[in-house]
């Protein structure tokens, strides 16, 4: 663009392709750079431009990640700026919220008709969470505050109001939540330690790169973000093992109401054992998955065991699955203590 054409911008306007105008391949941009050009048409679909027709370009460089090449009906989004001659600009990226919301409905409904009133709890539950975290801690975090702390009191918070929610403040509510509370502590203490003696800074991947030059003067704490990261992303994955061990024992309690304690707590032991290694499983796999493209890169490179444990952005990863494991497995004799304790504490003061 010339002249003015940085003066106005609107931003993210809608749009879709009607119309491809003609397509350049192979050229020569100099210095030994070679890519194609696309020339097309897009009907402005969203804004105070809606129902205009914008012809555009865009340049392609044979770059999978970052290049995009569009077709007649697809649906993107545009930076539209105005200039002398009129309103121009370029394709930021695809529209992709049609198709995720869409995927959004789905599972809310699925969610409705299996769970019935508890999967509307449960939808409920999930709302207040993602209001906790995108509303209250990242803010936060943003003004200053630490991430550490800040990840460890809304993990209480997400964890006390979705028990309260969907289980109500009963023995089986508080079993869960002390069992979610100590494996949490223990997985971030652990976390908290071993970034201390590895010198792990929590400094890896682009986005923490790109942090570094927030329009901010808040200067970040890279580290806290580390290990508030490890707190927020072990909390789903000790909440279900503690809700699901609490949740068994108040059954079988109800089922033998003269079940004495140790009956209950070796009982929900044997269920948390079961569940132990599934989960444990679940949690090592999807950090595993989240950094599948890295380890594709470090085999290729044919890296050593010990060098490619000690690169940083693989001890991150190794930390946060480890520590999250161990908060898990810690949190099932807790709950079933505290639960089995609590769903006979009246049997136990009457043999006193």
Same mark, same amino acid.
Request: glycine letters at 10%.
């Given at each position: 663009? @010339?002249g003015?054409?940085?003066?106005?911008?609107?931003? /993210?306007?809608?749009?879709?392709?009607?119309?491809?105008?003609?397509?350049?391949?192979?050229?020569?941009?100099?210095?030994?750079? &070679?890519?194609?050009?696309?020339?097309?048409?897009?009907?402005?679909?969203?804004?105070?431009?809606?129902?205009?027709?914008?012809?555009?370009?865009?340049?392609?460089?044979?770059?999978?990640? /970052?290049?995009l090449? $569009?077709?007649?009906?697809d649906?993107?989004?545009?930076?539209?700026?105005?200039?002398?001659?009129?309103?121009?600009?370029?394709?930021?990226?695809?529209?992709?919220?049609? /198709?995720?919301?869409?995927?959004?409905?789905v599972?809310?409904?699925?969610?409705?008709?299996?769970?019935?009133?508890?999967?509307?709890?449960?939808?409920? %539950?999930?709302?207040?969470?993602?209001?906790?975290i995108?509303?209250?801690? =990242?803010?936060? +975090?943003?003004?200053?505050?630490?991430?550490?702390?800040?990840?460890?009191?809304?993990? $209480?918070?997400?964890?006390?109001?979705?028990?309260?929610?969907?289980?109500?403040?009963?023995?089986?509510?508080i079993?869960?939540?002390?069992?979610?509370?100590?494996?949490?502590?223990?997985?971030?203490?652990?976390?908290?330690?071993?970034?201390?003696?590895?010198?792990?800074?929590?400094?890896? *991947?682009?986005?923490?790169n790109?942090?570094? /030059?927030l329009?901010?003067?808040i !200067?970040?704490?890279?580290?806290?973000? $580390?290990?508030?990261?490890?707190i927020?992303?072990?909390?789903?994955?000790?909440?279900?093992? &503690?809700? %699901?061990?609490? %949740?068994? =024992?108040?059954?079988?309690?109800? !089922?033998?109401?003269?079940?004495?304690?140790?009956?209950?707590?070796?009982?929900?032991?044997?269920v948390?054992?079961?569940?132990?290694?599934?989960?444990? !499983?679940?949690?090592?796999?999807?950090?595993? *998955?989240?950094s599948?493209p890295?380890?594709?890169?470090?085999?290729?490179?044919?890296?050593?065991?010990?060098?490619?444990? !000690?690169?940083?952005?693989?001890?991150?990863?190794?930390?946060?699955?480890?520590?999250g494991? =161990?908060?898990?497995?810690?949190? +099932?004799?807790?709950?079933?203590?505290? @639960?089995?304790y609590?769903?006979?504490?009246k049997?136990?003061?009457?043999?006193?």
């Amino acid at each position: 663009f @010339t002249g003015d054409v940085y003066a106005q911008s609107i931003e /993210y306007l809608r749009g879709k392709v009607i119309e491809i105008t003609s397509e350049d391949l192979d050229l020569d941009f100099g210095g030994g750079m &070679s890519g194609d050009v696309q020339y097309f048409k897009v009907e402005v679909q969203s804004g105070e431009l809606k129902g205009q027709i914008l012809e555009l370009e865009n340049t392609s460089f044979g770059d999978e990640v /970052y290049d995009l090449w $569009f077709e007649v009906g697809d649906r993107v989004f545009i930076e539209v700026y105005e200039t002398d001659q009129g309103f121009s600009g370029h394709v930021v990226d695809y529209q992709r919220d049609i /198709y995720l919301s869409i995927l959004l409905v789905v599972f809310l409904i699925i969610i409705i008709l299996i769970g019935k009133i508890k999967g509307i709890k449960a939808i409920v %539950s999930l709302g207040v969470t993602i209001i906790l975290i995108l509303k209250i801690l =990242i803010p936060m +975090i943003l003004r200053g505050y630490s991430p550490f702390y800040m990840s460890l009191l809304i993990a $209480f918070a997400s964890t006390l109001i979705t028990y309260i929610i969907i289980g109500g403040f009963t023995s089986k509510t508080i079993g869960a939540l002390a069992g979610t509370l100590v494996g949490l502590f223990l997985a971030a203490s652990i976390s908290f330690i071993i970034s201390g003696l590895a010198h792990i800074k929590g400094i890896s *991947g682009d986005e923490i790169n790109m942090l570094l /030059y927030l329009p901010t003067e808040i !200067n970040l704490d890279l580290t806290g973000l $580390f290990l508030g990261g490890v707190i927020i992303g072990a909390l789903g994955a000790v909440m279900d093992v &503690s809700i %699901s061990i609490s %949740s068994s =024992i108040s059954e079988i309690k109800k !089922n033998s109401p003269m079940i004495s304690f140790k009956g209950l707590f070796l009982s929900g032991m044997e269920v948390g054992k079961d569940i132990m290694g599934t989960m444990t !499983n679940t949690l090592i796999l999807a950090y595993t *998955g989240a950094s599948l493209p890295l380890l594709l890169i470090i085999n290729a490179y044919d890296f050593s065991f010990t060098r490619m444990i !000690n690169m940083e952005f693989i001890a991150i990863e190794f930390v946060r699955a480890m520590a999250g494991s =161990i908060g898990l497995i810690a949190a +099932i004799p807790a709950t079933a203590l505290t @639960t089995a304790y609590l769903m006979t504490r009246k049997e136990m003061k009457k043999d006193v």
